[in-house]
Every structure is written in structure tokens, then in C-alpha cells.
């Protein structure tokens, strides 16, 4: 689809996101988002996979179970109640589900990654062999501050993609990226941006900033799972294997690098985590 073509669905697409994200419980159907964006469901379904690069079907799954992921991890919400605002009529078809998406049930997900009221997770393991070492060369990228715990930064990454598919950036980003910055004057000890590198420069609009990330070499662990996952993963790479590694620590930001296209026949999403090393100084 050309750019000026695609121009003329983004505020109807947008409309659909918008609905999916505020009731992803809702029991949506191909044909009433299709008259939410007033095509027919056979245009509205190919325009849908178009833009957005996927299907409906798969934006209103992967909703639900990351919302569902977030809220066993970051609340004590019965998992019936979770269940029914993903959609679910029984908390048995929800843990089924659920178990497909993240290879955990609910409650052992929720006992596995537990963060409530600044709890940590139980210890998450990452083996030697899984982690190589890259180069990466300095990039600029735009990015939106997040402002709240860890539990809420899937919220600051829906308001930042409807800001890009607004200013029509979609069409042009080459990567979506978190970026960590260590902060010991913050009360969480970081600051967090998620953020987008595009094909050319573009003007900063609204609270967006232009961030300049430096390059060098990193260390890259392949996550496989929900974002609940990232924090304790990252935790574990520098717990577990910086002391192993021969490395230290380096004060570049740490990197969430966010992969489309998914290993084999799983839905899990794939997330690259770069934590910033250096040879020890003498």
C-alpha cells in the first residue's frame, strides 16, 4: 500500500487499536471492527494486516494475554476476574489459553513473577550459552519518557504507538526499542523511554524527545515470553552471568529491542535485551 493510500485509513485504524486496547474483554468480531472503521469485513481485513502488519486477530490476542500477563504479575486480582476481562467465560478456557501464550498457568505465572507492591520475582535463570556479544553503532531515536512503576510501561508504549500512527510515522520505523537509562537520583533507580528508530529525521512534536544512543558492544539475551519477563531477565544477566563474563558494567542506557517476526510455530513475543559491557579498567 502507498504511503498517501495508507494516510487515508490511519484514523480508522486507529479507531479499532483504540477500542481493542480500552476493552480488550469485549467480544469483538471482524465484522463489528469493520464497521467501527466503515469498511466491509473483507477491505477491512486486508487494509488491517496492511498497516499494522498483522492481523486483527492477532493485535486483539496478543492484548489480552499481555494485559492478563501484566495484571497476575502486578496485582492480587482473583485470576477469574482477569480471565473475565480477557474475554474468557471460565478461568479454565483462560488457563488453557494462557498456558499456550506463556508456557506457564496462571498461577504459576503469577508465583514465578510475582511483583506486587515492589516484591521480587522468584530468581529467573539465564544460561551462559544463551547470551552473545554484538556491536552496535550509534543511532537517534524518538522516544516518549515513561512516568510510573514497571507494571504501567505497557500503557506509556500504547500511548506512544497512537502518537506515531497519528504523525504517520508507521510506515517508517525500523525498530521499536526500550532504552534504560540507570538513575540513582530517580526513585526507581532508572529512567525509562520507550522509543522508535525511523528511516530519516523528523521534527520533535509534544512531550517526544530525540534521544542520541552511543553504539559499542553489548551482551544479547533472546527473551521469549511476555513483558513481565524483561525486568527479572535483565536482573538475572547482570546477577548471574556479568561476574562470569569477564566484563563489567558500562554507563550506556540497557536496550529493549522489540522482534516481529516469531521463532517456529509460537506466539510468544520476542524481545532482544542488551545490557552495555566493557573490558575491566585496570
Same mark, same amino acid.
Given at each position: 500500500?502507498?504511503?498517501?493510500?495508507?494516510? !487515508?485509513?490511519?484514523?480508522?485504524?486507529?479507531?479499532?487499536?483504540?477500542?481493542?486496547?480500552?476493552?480488550?474483554?469485549?467480544?469483538?468480531?471482524?465484522?463489528?471492527?469493520?464497521?467501527? =472503521?466503515?469498511?466491509?469485513?473483507?477491505?477491512?481485513?486486508?487494509?488491517?494486516?496492511?498497516?499494522?502488519?498483522?492481523?486483527?486477530?492477532?493485535?486483539?490476542? /496478543?492484548?489480552?494475554?499481555?494485559?492478563?500477563?501484566?495484571?497476575?504479575?502486578?496485582?492480587?486480582?482473583? $485470576?477469574?476476574?482477569?480471565?473475565?476481562?480477557?474475554?474468557?467465560?471460565?478461568? %479454565?478456557?483462560?488457563? #488453557?489459553? &494462557?498456558?499456550?501464550?506463556?508456557? &506457564?498457568?496462571?498461577?504459576?505465572?503469577?508465583? #514465578?513473577? #510475582?511483583?506486587?507492591?515492589?516484591?521480587?520475582? /522468584?530468581?529467573?535463570?539465564?544460561?551462559?550459552? =544463551?547470551?552473545?556479544?554484538?556491536?552496535?553503532? =550509534?543511532?537517534?531515536?524518538? =522516544?516518549?519518557?515513561? +512516568?510510573?512503576?514497571?507494571?504501567?510501561?505497557?500503557?506509556?508504549?500504547? !500511548?506512544?504507538?497512537?502518537?506515531?500512527?497519528?504523525?504517520?510515522?508507521?510506515? !517508517? $520505523? %525500523?525498530? $521499536?526499542?526500550?532504552?534504560?537509562?540507570?538513575?540513582?537520583?530517580?526513585?526507581?533507580? &532508572?529512567?525509562?523511554?520507550?522509543?522508535?528508530?525511523? +528511516?530519516?529525521?523528523?521534527?520533535? &512534536?509534544?512531550? $517526544?524527545?530525540?534521544?542520541?544512543?552511543? @553504539?559499542? /558492544?553489548?551482551?544479547?539475551?533472546?527473551?521469549?515470553?511476555?513483558?513481565?519477563?524483561?525486568?527479572?531477565?535483565?536482573?538475572?544477566? %547482570?546477577?548471574?552471568?556479568?561476574?562470569?563474563? @569477564?566484563?563489567?558494567?558500562?554507563?550506556?542506557?540497557?536496550?529493549?529491542?522489540?522482534?516481529?517476526?516469531? +521463532?517456529?510455530?509460537?506466539?510468544?513475543?520476542?524481545?532482544?535485551?542488551?545490557?552495555?559491557?566493557?573490558?575491566?579498567?585496570?
Amino acid at each position: 500500500m502507498r504511503v498517501s493510500t495508507s494516510h !487515508r485509513y490511519l484514523a480508522r485504524i486507529e479507531r479499532v487499536v483504540d477500542a481493542l486496547l480500552s476493552a480488550p474483554g469485549e467480544a469483538h468480531s471482524l465484522e463489528s471492527l469493520a464497521a467501527l =472503521a466503515h469498511m466491509s469485513a473483507y477491505h477491512f481485513h486486508r487494509v488491517y494486516h496492511t498497516v499494522m502488519g498483522e492481523t486483527v486477530h492477532t493485535t486483539m490476542r /496478543r492484548v489480552r494475554f499481555s494485559l492478563a500477563a501484566d495484571r497476575l504479575a502486578g496485582s492480587v486480582e482473583p $485470576v477469574g476476574r482477569i480471565a473475565e476481562s480477557a474475554g474468557y467465560e471460565s478461568p %479454565q478456557a483462560f488457563a #488453557r489459553a &494462557f498456558r499456550g501464550y506463556t508456557r &506457564f498457568t496462571p498461577v504459576e505465572f503469577r508465583r #514465578r513473577h #510475582r511483583h506486587v507492591d515492589g516484591t521480587a520475582p /522468584r530468581r529467573f535463570a539465564v544460561d551462559d550459552d =544463551a547470551i552473545d556479544l554484538i556491536d552496535e553503532p =550509534a543511532c537517534d531515536a524518538l =522516544a516518549l519518557s515513561h +512516568d510510573g512503576p514497571i507494571a504501567s510501561i505497557p500503557n506509556s508504549v500504547r !500511548r506512544f504507538w497512537r502518537w506515531q500512527l497519528r504523525r504517520e510515522l508507521l510506515p !517508517r $520505523v %525500523q525498530q $521499536v526499542i526500550g532504552v534504560v537509562y540507570p538513575d540513582a537520583n530517580d526513585a526507581r533507580g &532508572f529512567r525509562y523511554y520507550t522509543a522508535v528508530i525511523v +528511516d530519516a529525521g523528523d521534527r520533535v &512534536f509534544d512531550d $517526544v524527545v530525540r534521544l542520541s544512543l552511543p @553504539g559499542g /558492544r553489548y551482551a544479547r539475551y533472546r527473551l521469549q515470553g511476555p513483558c513481565s519477563l524483561i525486568a527479572p531477565a535483565f536482573y538475572a544477566m %547482570q546477577r548471574d552471568w556479568l561476574p562470569r563474563s @569477564g566484563f563489567e558494567l558500562d554507563t550506556r542506557p540497557l536496550l529493549e529491542r522489540y522482534v516481529e517476526q516469531l +521463532d517456529g510455530e509460537s506466539n510468544d513475543p520476542i524481545t532482544e535485551l542488551l545490557i552495555p559491557v566493557r573490558v575491566p579498567t585496570k
